[in-house]
């Protein structure tokens, strides 16, 4: 699976969108992005993915450019309870891979 | 609550024990996965079970081992345990290209 790279950590105040960037310049047309989040020390979280579309749910917003080399989490109004450490994974689902946890950038929500 | 479902949330033991983490995967999931979360460092990939058989390893201990059952159940069993293997250990449950669902955690403490 294609190797991500996110930056350590990041501060977002309060009520506005927090956007989380991932590079993954070796990424390959069969593989998806997916992002997980991870609150203190509790199970990951699966948030979002997508494989070449912009993707939303009622969690956040996943933007990824058009040659697939980076993409961006969107969480639209941040609250405390977004806390966490957030994961960005590239994986081929055809072939049932399992997920490689990086580093991850750990989000701060601060009032 | 994911629908995985893993016991004991805690355990303390010896150095030189052997322990027995159980996982239950959420209805209908044929795979199990296994991962170790030592103090201050990421997500390490154990193995993996699909259906009962053995799909991939990662990196896992000579000391370590794990089954998956018929009712799809999976075991860790952690032996001649050490002061390092102290750390969370999560399962995981997969079904399709939606990721995984994990578990709360196993948090091991050997003394």
């Known amino acids: 699976d294609a190797k991500t790279t996110q930056p350590p950590s990041m501060d977002c105040a309060e009520g506005r969108a927090a956007n989380l960037p991932c590079n993954h310049s070796t990424i390959s047309g069969n593989e998806y992005v997916y992002w997980y989040r991870q609150i203190h020390s509790q199970g990951p979280q699966y948030i979002i993915h997508?494989?070449?579309n912009n993707e939303t749910n009622e969690m956040a917003s996943l933007i990824i450019t058009e040659d697939r080399k980076s993409s961006t989490l969107i969480l639209p109004h941040a609250t405390l309870r977004d806390t966490a450490v957030y994961y960005c994974i590239v994986r081929d689902n055809n072939a049932g891979n399992m997920l490689t946890f990086g580093g991850g950038t750990r989000l701060m929500v601060k009032p | 609550d994911s629908g995985v479902t893993q016991t004991p949330k805690h355990l303390i033991t010896a150095t030189g024990q052997r322990v027995t983490l159980r996982c239950s995967p959420r209805?209908?999931?044929?795979?199990v996965y296994w991962y170790q979360q030592s103090l201050d460092q990421g997500l390490q990939f154990l193995i993996q079970?699909?259906?009962?058989?053995?799909?991939a390893k990662g990196n896992i201990l000579e000391r370590f081992s794990a089954q998956q059952f018929p009712d799809l159940h999976s075991e860790l069993n952690l032996s001649s345990l050490e002061l390092g293997d102290s750390a969370l250990y999560f399962c995981?449950?997969?079904?399709?290209?939606?990721?995984?669902?994990f578990g709360s955690g196993t948090r091991l403490t050997v003394v």
């Open positions: 209805s209908g999931d044929l795979s």
């Open positions: 079970y699909y259906n009962g058989e053995e799909r």
């Open positions: 997508g494989l070449k």
């Open positions: 995981a449950s997969g079904r399709g290209n939606y990721g995984y669902t």
